[in-house]
């Protein structure tokens, strides 16, 4: 770790030279402010892109050749972006710049083949090299296999046992889908129906990769293979291969009543035009469950399952990709917080035509809380009355906390007295949420049974969905930034769990945001929002660590690498959004002041293009830590006008203090 002292002194002494006038900020915000205020729907909300790696695209590819409903000329330009993100290395990577990864290389060249990629074109060969290279496709994780148990690549048994029975599980069963996340939950549901029956993907052009395997797959002997993450990874292998030919004595009535238990769970959740869980495996998984189940494409449960999965897609010119889900109540919320932060004060940006938009995007976002479905959670908290928002246009069943606060806050700042019962319905349901812990998740309470994330079928550890110090942490800003005492147990309890899970370093892990500058970030919020002294020495860490790590440039940086071991905090860049969290994360600290604050503002300053954006390539998110990223497009304009227009506004702030949760 670098010394924190030592950094502040070397950056200090290049502030003279790094320095930007008020006057620069001024125009940086007022240029951003106009930047985002284009990008508002006619409604007041606002969607960016969400864009994962090439595994989404490259399964909404094979989607179409497992139902004979291919579209020569989207694949054509699905082709292109699939070629232009493949990495150095031959394969692809699940983000900007990453190492190889076998899984998604798998999709990616059987994607390409089923295009029309010739094998022996350059781009396909040096592919197939690095698969064989890294142990061939029958080393690929779970998803994968299943997808390639789609299309007889290979065996049913490549598989982990999952028999479908596992929906008549009650919720006190320690293998029951309902002590499994949300998203584990909805895609688990129609595979599993998958899994029984077994069927062949239509495949009309006949295209298969048995040149991707080393060892050919009716001669695979290991197809459940560690590294295991503790001794229960071997245990659960052994539970595997006795679970695998007792199922060839279920009884047929028990199936059938199994299979109906799944489709009785999916078709209440199937959510419309936004479909099952509003994220693609999910959706695509319901999508083949029908056909496998004999629904004809024109039944409207069918119909409609193909349009959500449709509705992912995104084209520019001769590129197309699908995306993982779309984000407009979580990008509305945030450009929302931007938005009023620049408006705000004596210098205000345009506050009347602001305050417009403003009302526009809070009715918009009120006609979307949850006031009237009980959904999953439900079944841990049932006497909890809901009053949350979902991540996506439409998600009944499956709100989140985290959307819920930043909405919160919003509506709260906003100052609209229509609000008023809004906040408190959102108010009621997150304190009901909160963990024995003192934590929260993002979507159930207590879903925290750790031995499910070593069972086979969970080899990319992310079955469940426990508490988190970001999600806990915009919790306790929006709790904090309504100050109800009758609040002040349950903060507290939350802050005391924020304690614990400080690192050594003095960061926070961030769950969903890459990665700890984005959980540092938000505990110093937190901390702040809460009245947590600024000279706490939880404070005083989580300071040093975010000067310790800021870069010559005066921003900060961090990718994904970070979470697959990489050293905290660090990049070979860097980037907009990072160093928007870090500098707001200073400010909630009461270090306006700091010289790596006004760095900072420098960096942001600098690096905005003349249309008032910034560019950012590298990914930003996370969807499974070692398994899924995920980059935001609206990341690289919200947070760094944010951060931008904080600044400015506490230049005429007589504490300096932030004064909001967020």
């Known amino acids: 770790m670098v010394n924190a002292t030592d950094t502040l002194e070397r950056l200090s002494a290049g502030v003279a030279d790094r320095a930007v006038s008020m006057s620069d900020i001024d125009r940086a915000v007022d240029s951003a402010h106009a930047a985002l205020g284009r990008r508002q729907n006619d409604d007041g909300h606002w969607v960016f892109e969400l864009e994962a790696d090439a595994t989404i695209p490259a399964e909404y590819v094979l989607l179409e050749h497992y139902l004979d409903r291919i579209d020569p000329a ?21 983000y900007h710049g990453g190492r190889f990864d076998l899984s998604a ?20 060969a040096r592919a197939r090299a690095a698969i064989l290279d890294h142990g061939g496709a029958e080393r690929s994780n779970v998803f994968t296999r299943f997808q390639l148990a789609l299309f007889g690549e290979v065996p049913w048994h490549a598989t982990p046992a999952m028999p479908v029975e596992l929906m008549l599980l009650p919720r006190r069963a320690f293998f029951s889908v309902w002590n499994m996340s949300y ?4 895609v688990i549901a129609p595979l599993l129906v998958l899994a029984a029956l077994r069927p062949r993907a239509v495949n009309p052009r006949d295209v298969h990769v048995p040149e991707l395997f080393v060892t050919p797959p009716d001669q695979v002997r290991d197809w459940i293979r560690g590294p295991y993450r503790s001794p229960l990874g071997r245990v659960f292998k052994y539970v595997d291969k006795v679970i695998r030919p007792g199922e060839r004595l279920i009884p047929e009535a028990t199936r059938r009543r199994a299979i109906k238990a799944a489709v009785d769970f999916i078709e209440p959740r199937l959510n419309g035009v936004d479909g099952l869980g509003a994220i693609y495996p999910a959706m695509a998984n319901s999508v083949m469950m029908f056909r496998a189940l004999g629904v ?21 010119g001769d590129e197309a990709y699908c995306q993982p889900c779309v984000s407009p ?4 919320g945030l450009a929302g917080h931007a938005m009023i932060e620049a408006a705000s004060g004596p210098e205000g940006i345009r506050p009347e035509e602001t305050e417009k938009a403003l009302a526009a995007a809070a009715q918009w976002l009120r006609d979307r809380q949850i006031l009237d479905v009980k959904g999953d ?77 070593h069972i086979p079928f969970a080899d990319h550890g992310a079955l469940l969905d426990p508490p988190t110090a970001d999600v806990t942490a915009r919790c306790v800003s929006f709790l904090a930034q309504l100050g109800n005492p009758d609040d002040q147990p349950v903060i507290e309890r939350a802050i005391a769990y924020l304690r614990r899970d400080q690192e050594a370093e003095g960061c926070w892990f961030g769950r969903w945001g890459t990665n700890y500058i984005y959980g540092t970030w938000s505990v110093l919020c937190a901390l702040n929002a809460a009245g947590v002294s600024h000279d706490d020495p939880a404070v005083v860490r989580a300071v040093d660590w975010l000067r310790s790590v800021q870069r010559e440039d005066g921003g900060w940086g961090e990718d994904c690498a970070s979470y697959e071991g990489a050293t905290p905090g660090v990049y070979t860049e860097s980037l907009p959004s990072q160093t928007a969290w870090a500098t707001l994360g200073l400010m909630a600290a009461g270090l306006r002041d700091d010289p790596a604050v006004a760095r900072g503002m420098a960096y942001l300053a600098r690096t905005q293009k003349e249309d008032g954006e910034w560019d950012e390539d590298p990914y930003n998110a996370v969807g499974f830590p070692k398994v ?8 690289r304009q919200f947070f760094p006008l944010m951060a931008l227009a ?17």
């Open 183 to 186: 998203w584990s939950r909805t």
């Open 628 to 635: 899924f990223y995920l980059r935001y497009h609206g990341y």
């Open 74 to 94: 989207l694949e054509a330009r699905i082709g292109v972006y699939l070629r232009r993100i493949q990495g150095d290395h031959g394969g692809w990577p699940l």
């Open 105 to 124: 290389s798998v999709k990616a060249y059987f994607a390409l083949k089923a295009i029309g990629d010739d094998i022996d074109a350059p781009h396909m």
């Open 377 to 453: 959670w439900a079944i841990n908290c049932p006497d909890v009355a809901p009053g949350g928002w979902a991540f996506q246009y439409n998600n009944d069943h499956y709100p989140d906390v985290d959307d819920t606060a930043v909405v919160g806050m919003l509506l709260h700042r906003e100052g609209d007295p229509a609000h008023r019962e809004a906040i408190e319905r959102a108010r009621q349901w997150i304190i009901g949420m909160q963990s024995s812990n003192g934590g929260w998740g993002a979507f159930d309470i207590d879903n925290n049974l750790d031995f499910l994330n």
């Open 296 to 316: 004809p494409d024109s039944d409207p449960r069918a119909a409609t399952a193909w349009e959500s999965v449709r509705r992912l897609l995104i084209e520019h």
């Open 329 to 332: 109540i979580w990008d509305t």
């Open 646 to 662: 904080r600044y400015r506004n506490l230049e005429s702030s007589n504490t300096r203090r932030v004064a909001f949760g967020f």
